[in-house]
């Protein structure tokens, strides 16, 4: 299939090499020097696009894909505030989006083994839940989507909590999440309860960007020719 990548930055250009590597084709590839070739019409010569680019960007991109009927998987986060929007354009323009905070595969499964065992630990109110993220300097939003899916998990599983705060929070209802950032870290995702007398922990450590990139392909070749509102879990099914 013929693929748009908008965003070619890093994420992009892994998303690149895998495409090649399963034999798809390039139609477009877009950046900040050549923004003037994300194009309706361009858009209309590819089967989907992959959508990597900044948060201030992506309800822009969306809305192109949409409107030159090209089903686009996003992997941007950060505008997620706008998505009842984004997801009535989809339906208004009878096209196709898939969206997600993470398309590792590894951490998709993550996201289902956190929500168990939050459920596990319903009944244990002497442990404190607290989720960690570490990421590479150049991360734009704090805290990762990963780590508000994770949060959210947690939350709806927990009948104390009911919000997270992206800083140290002694309120029993507030679900703490720190965010680090360091060099060239892909990202982790630490998951703690933590009591009096012990600690439970579970963790994902991304060794690198394939993973995301390889995720989000996959998700490329599910969405092709489909029209609708789409989640990993649905590639997963598939």
Wanted: hydrophobic fraction near 40%; glycine fraction near 6%.
């Amino acid at each position: 299939m013929v693929i748009a990548i908008l965003g070619y930055g890093k994420m992009g250009k892994e998303v690149e090499q895998i495409s090649l590597d399963r034999n798809h084709r390039i139609g477009i590839k877009i950046n900040s020097d050549n923004q003037e070739e994300l194009t309706t019409e361009n858009l209309k010569k590819c089967d989907v696009a992959i959508e990597f680019s900044k948060p201030e960007e992506a309800i822009r991109n969306i809305t192109l894909c949409a409107n030159a009927g090209c089903p686009v998987v996003v992997g941007t986060t950060g505008w997620y505030n706008e998505y009842s929007k984004v997801v009535d354009l989809i339906k208004e323009k009878d096209s196709a989006l898939l969206t997600a905070t993470n398309f590792s595969i590894g951490v998709n499964l993550f996201f289902e083994l956190n929500k168990t065992l939050a459920s596990l630990m319903e009944k244990h109110k002497e442990y404190r839940a607290n989720i960690r993220e570490i990421h590479h300097l150049e991360k734009l939003d704090s805290p990762s989507g990963t780590a508000i899916t994770l949060a959210e998990g947690i939350i709806d599983n927990d009948s104390t909590l009911k919000k997270w705060s992206n800083e140290k929070s002694n309120e029993e209802e507030v679900l703490e999440i720190i965010s680090v950032r360091e060099d060239k870290v892909p990202g982790t995702h630490i998951i703690k309860y933590v009591s009096e007398i012990d600690e439970i922990e579970i963790k994902h450590l991304a060794k690198n960007r394939k993973g995301f990139a390889l995720g989000a392909v996959v998700a490329a070749e599910f969405l092709k020719n489909k029209k609708g509102i789409f989640t990993m879990k649905d590639v997963l099914k598939n």
